[in-house]
């Protein structure tokens, strides 16, 4: 048995030997022999030279704050929430996934047999434990939760494990998202796992859509959008630092609260009636509510009865995942876009 130190914690007691001078002489040269032999160094020190990098590699990132050299790519990775899963997977690195956590939307078609195949390690996000039996040595958290300090995995947590890890940089404290941010995410992740080329390919087919969505859309009149997350007593929406907020500019519309000043926040409901959206988007994620549920509250309220998107049942339903930094948010501009202006797509 050992301590975590290499050094056994049962041995066998220490037997008092008599040694002559000339005996103990011949034990020490055939030590310095073998040691030599071996490659070993004689002063105490490990001097073990480093494994040779793989080609393209040693690759360091700098992520919210961590700083981490990569020598090769990781081989076996888990991922705590969707979108971050979906992004592996679209750059075709199933074969290195060991486990995922926490769907919170259903996947991408594209996607949806690949990500069967991958153990489900919990429906929320999972125990420091259960990361550990998967025995990965990267984790990549979709949401800071994903290293949550009081639940016991934080990053540093797993880097006392031998397991490096990766933020989305959403949750790095950036003043402002922007659709530049989805991709450097992709191209970065492409980096750590040495498929620079399939990073560069897939951004390239994301700037595709967008553009033919922005084509779509030109010359359009601006539409007014609010973005109803969920609450009752206030508004939970999306503001003008988040994502969401250049989804909607794409798509040829304007977040009404483009002026709140977080990613997402609370606003009255006087507020939405006097901003006057013409369309809502309801953004769909497990345990907010059903996207019925959240219209049929928002239809029955007295005081939204003359809100133009309300009295015209205008809505549009977007995955959370989608407005997340990831593979998503090209996907959720052009899906925008057809509910704000349903003529251009005809």
């Given amino acids: 048995m050992y301590d975590?130190?290499?050094?056994?914690?049962?041995?066998?007691?220490?037997?008092?030997?008599?040694?002559?001078?000339?005996?103990?002489?011949?034990?020490?040269?055939?030590?310095?022999?073998?040691?030599?032999?071996?490659?070993?160094?004689?002063?105490?020190?490990?001097?073990?030279?480093?494994?040779?990098?793989?080609?393209?590699?040693?690759?360091?990132?700098?992520?919210?704050?961590?700083?981490?050299?990569?020598?090769?790519?990781?081989?076996?990775?888990?991922?705590?929430?969707?979108?971050?899963a979906e992004l592996m997977l679209a750059l075709g690195l199933k074969d290195r996934m060991v486990g995922t956590a926490f769907p919170d939307s259903a996947v991408l078609p594209q996607y949806r047999k690949d990500f069967a195949a991958v153990p489900q390690l919990a429906k929320k996000e999972p125990s420091f434990e259960n990361v550990l039996e998967a025995e990965p040595d990267f984790v990549y958290?979709?949401?800071?939760?994903?290293?949550?300090?009081?639940?016991?995995?934080?990053?540093?947590?797993?880097?006392?494990?031998?397991?490096?890890t990766y933020l989305n940089r959403e949750y790095c404290g950036k003043n402002k998202l922007s659709m530049k941010d989805t991709y450097a995410e992709i191209r970065t992740i492409g980096r750590i796992f040495g498929v620079r080329e399939r990073a560069e390919?897939?951004?390239?087919?994301?700037?595709?859509?967008?553009d033919t969505t922005e084509r779509a859309v030109e010359g359009a009149a601006t539409v007014p959008v609010f973005v109803y997350d969920s609450g009752d007593k206030a508004a939970f929406t999306a503001g003008g630092k988040g994502l969401g907020t250049e989804i909607i500019r794409l798509a040829g519309g304007r977040n009404v609260f483009d002026d709140l000043d977080?990613?997402?926040?609370?606003?009255?409901?006087?507020?939405?009636?006097?901003?006057?959206?013409?369309?809502?988007?309801?953004?769909?994620?497990?345990?907010?509510?059903?996207?019925?549920?959240?219209?049929?509250?928002?239809?029955?309220?007295?005081?939204?009865?003359?809100?133009?998107?309300?009295?015209?049942?205008?809505?549009?339903?977007?995955?959370?995942?989608?407005?997340?930094?990831?593979?998503?948010?090209?996907?959720?501009?052009?899906?925008?876009?057809?509910?704000?202006?349903?003529?251009?797509?005809?």
């Fill in 4 to 84: 975590g130190m290499s050094r056994p914690l049962f041995s066998s007691p220490a037997r008092p030997q008599r040694r002559t001078a000339r005996a103990v002489s011949a034990a020490l040269t055939l030590s310095a022999i073998l040691l030599a032999a071996c490659g070993a160094p004689q002063d105490g020190t490990d001097r073990k030279a480093p494994a040779p990098a793989a080609k393209g590699f040693p690759v360091t990132i700098d992520n919210c704050g961590t700083r981490t050299t990569y020598r090769k790519p990781p081989s076996r990775v888990v991922t705590i929430h969707q979108h971050p």
């Fill in 141 to 164: 958290g979709g949401y800071g939760s994903a290293f949550a300090e009081n639940e016991g995995r934080s990053r540093t947590a797993f880097s006392d494990a031998g397991i490096t």
């Fill in 201 to 210: 390919t897939l951004v390239s087919g994301l700037q595709r859509r967008i």
């Fill in 262 to 346: 977080d990613v997402f926040g609370d606003v009255s409901w006087e507020q939405v009636v006097d901003r006057k959206p013409e369309v809502i988007a309801l953004y769909d994620y497990a345990g907010s509510g059903s996207i019925e549920q959240k219209k049929k509250f928002l239809l029955s309220q007295p005081a939204l009865a003359d809100v133009p998107a309300v009295k015209h049942k205008r809505f549009v339903v977007l995955p959370l995942t989608s407005t997340l930094v990831g593979v998503r948010p090209p996907y959720a501009v052009q899906d925008l876009a057809r509910g704000l202006h349903p003529e251009r797509f005809r």
